[in-house]
């Protein structure tokens, strides 16, 4: 369709699987005797390559698997307009905003173009680019709980990346932040990725999806400062990020067992369905405890944990700190001796309740090599099938 002409409609509707162009040097407006006028996709994937004025609110309505791109101007004139719907809306120019604003309610908001005003994320996915590609804030990018940012990572150079680029305010109070690697892209430790800017930023994503390879995570700890993103290394049972697999990892994989919510090592980036898949087979369980009490069964040194799982080629430093002083033979074992930080993190887990005491074997009396973890590790499984934890 072509129009020439300044043409004024209430609502437009895409009831088609062709694809529908809308272009021309004319322009088509939006104005409802209702104050809200209302572009819907039912299916298909649809173009406006003319101009687009809004002279009321408007929802832009997209089913899902269905697309609409805006890839000329497009006015808001003070309105907001409102994504709803499954599918996709794609920005691939410029979204005057002129005091308004856009509204991410549902489904997928993307493309390469500059929203000039401001975008609330507040149920939608976020998707930079058109794999990959820069998508522009001229104001305020808001994202709440219900929502998600999406950035496709394949290789090092800016133009292999998705990017976010927000004048002022990047203000996140929870969602997810999804990590996607894309066209074979395999990061090394040390990679960096700028993909985000911004005026000022603050908040923090509930969770960070998506693993940048084996044996490596996604330190965020720079994103609300820089704006970057790194692939450093980690190893799986290393839980509290100081690349030594050891005692003080105990506690904070049982919490992470636990309660996953409440894992949250303090100043480092660890995702406990990575580090603690001790087994690498995808899932973070039960399995893992007789995994990691495995790797503690051999003499404390430097090994490897291929030994015990193929899967798993990783140097595996063992902490040799004596463990014969960890309980002694005192009528309450609520007060044992303890010989550092980490055995105390570990009676906290292990001792917590009385009644439970005899479950756990005596352990007086060790050698400075032998390891206490798989009678702690037999102790905490009992308790879990009995559902005392």
Known sequence: MVTDTAVTVKDITFDNANTYVIAGSGSVALASDTNTSTISVLEGSHKFQTVVNLSNATDVDVAASSSLAFNNALNLGGNTLTKTGAGTMNI???????????????????????IDGNLDNSGA???????????SVGGDYTQAADASLDIEIGGTDASQFDQLNVTDTLAITGGNLDLLLTDGFVPTPGDTFDILDFNSAGGAFDEINGTPGMNMAWDA??????????????LRGDMDGNLLVNLGDVSLLIQALVDRTSYEPSGFPLDADFNGDVNSNGSFDLGDLGAFSALFGIPASTSSLASA???ASMALAVDEAPFS???????????PVLSSEAEVALRDFVLADSDEVSLLPAMTG???RVSIMPQVLSWFTVNWNRGGL
């Open 366 to 368: 060790l050698s400075p």
């Open 92 to 114: 691939n120019n410029i979204l005057n905003t002129g005091g308004g604003s856009v509204v991410a309610a549902a489904g997928i908001v993307s493309g390469n173009g500059l």
């Open 221 to 234: 700890s720079d994103l609300f400062t820089t704006g970057e993103l790194s692939a450093i290394s980690v």
């Open 309 to 311: 799982s193929a899967e």
């Open 325 to 335: 002083t960890i309980l002694n033979t005192s009528a309450s074992l609520r007060t």
């Open 125 to 135: 996915t976020v998707a930079p680019g058109n794999s990959p590609g820069t998508l």
